[in-house]
């Protein structure tokens, strides 16, 4: 199925505006933060500056605890356009007194300034995620959030070198806080310049009483979320993520100067390495996924997290420092490879993990309540922050573990999350599935697929020469599939969990279980009542010599109790794998081929008054045509 390329949502006025703003935001709000922690660092002595960074740390992640309910509040009732407006204008306001505070020297009025910056970006947090459900197609939400996180990260470490450079010309005759002054205020107007170019946004729960108890609003929105699991543990997911990140980059300046010898141009490069990383696996997550939702690059994400976690820990453990810290004597010892390698694929699998997370978590977040969701997120986000700062504390000073070690204690620890969350939302484990079948195996070939509705109940007729034929549909279309299927198949192993978890219908004749048919049809109906789309396989059994063969009446009899559109579909090129019938029995060889080429193709939607079992053999036999 075509679908646009993700760099094509940067020429889109529904996209880019939004884009450009939320960037200079991340990238001045970092600009500042680490202009103050270097000015603080080198004006003080080593007690007191250690101290007053620690305050700006926590100033700034204070505001998510205590604004952040009130925020998704405000973006639900609000026009979330609007709402960005007056964010950056106040950006502007809170800019001028920054330059002030950086002028005056004024370490208390630095700090005010930070806290008001936390205040701000708590309020643009909820805005930023719930306005890509407005603006973009359900197919365009993974480039979307591809390119949200690839910005954010880039304009995070750009603004950190920024603030760094600049705040190291500070000093005596020199202009650094003249030249921070210009940046801020440049990107802080350049920001709600372009941000007036944001389409409407309308509220979503434009009748919403707000209520201001930061503590009772939060709880009432994780119950909200939790009634459906999939955002719920979402929600888990992200904040994990976010307290993996925290954990690496907070030790990233000590892993470089006490591991491996290195200087602040080495901190530099270890951060460039993962924030090209995470670039990459953003950017790759729209290519893997097809322009849907693909929860099978979570897992795929989170085993990569651990293996380069754990490759990290190991390279940095073996690690021999070299006499000179240089950039150029790191560069040729003998152990920077592994250790920039492992770094910019903890990036990468990073990328996989969370893209899918956040759009499905904008994805089934219903619409009246999505920002108030969001804010529950950053809430969840600065508290496991929180939480990786605890964890550095008690490995690495209580414990007096290395910090090669620390990272080896966080990579098993993210593998065990990952278990704890796919064994509660089993869904990603089947989407994985999936997904490695039809990138491994087969090369799946779409043909037709923008046929079958985006919404609303249908059922998908296709002939059945497999026993993968419910995964390869699975993968192809964009919905969700829950398939009618002969109940042997159902209860084959392995195939069991997928199918279990993707709710299908198991069935069998009349004869072989009269309660059982009876029961499978009425859950049927119900489906088809509730707005699923539903797969059956007319033929009742694999072909056993590759031919299509008579298409029962069961069909009629769903149509009869829920008349709904049928859409014809064929697959092309199964018959004769090591999942067919072929040679008289399935999996009795080894896969004789990989990547194969297939086809899923679909016809036109038949109306249900003409979509008589004979009617829709011709239709798949004329779909299939010669290639079996």
Known sequence: MAHNNQFQLLASRRFLPFFLTQFLGAFNDNVFKNALIVMIAFRLAASEANTLINVAAGLFILPFFLFSATAGQLADKYDKSRLIRLVKLAEIGIGIFGVAALVSGNNVLCLAILFLLGVQSAFFGPVKYAILPQHLKKSELVGGNALVEMGTFVAILAGTIVGGLLAGLTGSGEHGVLYLGVVIMAAALGGYAICRAIPRAPAAAPELQINFNPVSQTVNVLREAAKTPSVFYAIIGISWFWLLGAAYLTQIPSFTRNVLGGSEALVTLLLCNFTIGIAIGSLACERLSGGRIELGLVPLGAAGLTLAGIGLAAAGGSFVPPPEATLAAFWHSDGAAPILGCLTLIGIFGGFYIVPLYAMMQERSAAAIRARIISVNNVMNSLFMVVSAILGIVFLNLLHASIPQFFLVIAIMN???????????????????????????????HEGLEQIPTEGPAIIACNHVSYVDALLLAGAVR???RFI????????????????TGRAIPICSRKQDPDGYEQAFAEIEQGLKDGDLLCIFPEGQLTTDGELGPFKAGIERILQRTPVPVIPMALRGLWGSFFSHKGGHAFTTWPKRFWSKVSVVAGAPLDAAVARAETLQTQVSVLRGEQR
């Open 415 to 445: 593998a065990a999350v990952a278990v704890f969350v796919f064994a509660r939302v089993p869904e990603f484990a089947m989407r994985l599935l999936i997904w490695l079948l039809s990138h491994t195996m087969y090369r799946v070939n």
């Open 479 to 481: 919905r969700p599939i």
């Open 485 to 500: 299927m002969y109940k042997p198949i159902y209860e084959i192993p392995v195939l069991h969990f997928i199918f279990r």
